[in-house]
């Protein structure tokens, strides 16, 4: 494997791998160990993968610092069309990790499968086996909860339109607790098969891939991929809450204020999907054990924050944003300090 560290501004560390293809992101890892998924995606370029490395690095220290959890974030991204021989690129990177000695814990994200996970896991201590799909879904269902008591005085989904985009690992699971809490529930995933397997067992109505993101409904819920909710799309939204699981679902941060000046309510995406991260950040301090009043807790956070919004005239991301600044000292004062 051929590393080179490359220095990027506001990150800790972060690095290229030629074998296997991608990159190590670690936004914060000096103070406490950088946690965050391995993603294998095809990318248009290297430039793009480094970019989504650096967002999703950032998202993760967002998360842990809006729950006040004592760790960083980073990320690992790897170039699905370059990787060659699976395995070996999966050891490959597994040894990367286990030699930054506990400064990044990874896990599974988009592209990279259990299996996957139990292979890393026979090269490196640093690396969780868990799947964070459940706990994801209840912190964006319990997100949505207190959006919608925020928005319309009730938490209550009976009757309320729920749009999801996605339906993988953690759309499916949103959609089943919607239709279990009452709500009517529009689904659309570019993997037919998915739709097919989930209507199966559950009343929801299949969307075309391209509408489902401009359907009327209470809730928008994107659940696929980051950068759907582009700025210069925002005026085709007809939801009156954006609530999701997928990371980074703006194209850029100011994204929101252009959906605040709209009505739209934006719950951030590192608050609302940020179960996985409560849960394993727990598992890290206190050991194995029943988190889900911890995960619940996201929602309270999430009323917290769209009231410190409106109190100050900002969107929910700004509010979320002062929130995690206060928490997460710049790059500069990290090193001094280290
Ligand atoms: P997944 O791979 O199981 O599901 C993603 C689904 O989205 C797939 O069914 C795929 O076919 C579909 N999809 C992809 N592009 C699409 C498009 N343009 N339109 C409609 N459908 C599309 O992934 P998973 O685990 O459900 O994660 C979903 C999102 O949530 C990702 O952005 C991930 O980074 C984020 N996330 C996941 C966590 C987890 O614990 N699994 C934790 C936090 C965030």
Redesign the pocket.
């Known amino acids: 494997m051929w590393v080179t560290e490359v220095d990027v501004p506001n990150f800790e560390e972060v690095y290229r791998l030629e074998k296997p293809p991608g990159f190590v992101a670690l936004h914060r890892c000096r103070r406490a160990p950088a946690f965050g998924g391995t993603r294998i995606r095809a990318y248009a370029s290297w430039d793009e993968a480094l970019h989504d490395a650096l967002r999703l690095a950032e998202a993760m220290t967002r998360k842990y610092a809006i729950n006040g959890l004592p760790f960083g974030g980073g990320k690992a991204v790897l170039i699905q069309q370059e990787l060659g021989d699976r395995a070996t690129a999966l050891r490959t990177l597994a040894d990367f990790v286990e030699s930054l000695g506990g400064r990044f814990i990874t896990g599974s994200?988009?592209?990279v499968t259990e299996s996957d996970v139990h292979l890393m896991a026979t090269r490196t201590a640093y690396i969780e086996c868990r799947d964070?799909?459940e706990?994801?879904s209840e912190s964006v269902f319990q997100a949505i909860r207190a959006a919608l008591d925020f928005c319309r005085g009730s938490d209550s989904l009976r009757n309320r339109t729920v749009a999801i985009?996605?339906?993988?690992?953690?759309?499916s699971r949103l959609a089943r607790k919607c239709v279990e809490a009452g709500a009517r529930v529009l689904v659309?995933?570019?993997?037919a098969d998915?739709v097919a397997t989930l209507a199966a067992t559950l009343p929801v109505s299949d969307r075309a891939?391209g509408e489902?993101l401009r359907v009327r409904a209470d809730v928008l819920a994107p659940?696929?991929?980051?950068g759907?909710i582009r700025s210069d799309e925002t005026d085709t939204l007809r939801c009156e809450i954006l609530c999701g699981?997928?990371?980074n679902i703006l194209d850029r941060d100011d994204t929101a204020d252009l959906l605040e000046a709209r009505g739209i309510v934006y719950v951030p995406d590192f608050l609302a999907?940020s179960g996985?991260a409560v849960e394993g950040a727990w598992t890290q301090l206190a050991g194995a054990g029943d988190y889900s009043p911890q995960i619940a807790a996201v929602g309270t956070r999430v009323r917290q924050i769209l009231e410190d919004a409106r109190r100050a005239h900002v969107s929910p991301l700004a509010a979320a944003l002062r929130t995690v600044a206060v928490t997460v000292p710049p790059v500069s004062s990290a090193h001094r300090d280290a």
Request: aromatic letters at 0%.
């Open positions: 994200d988009l592209g964070g799909a706990a994801t985009q996605g339906v993988g690992a953690v759309g659309a995933d570019t993997d998915r891939t489902i659940c696929a991929v980051g759907v699981g997928a990371n999907n996985a």
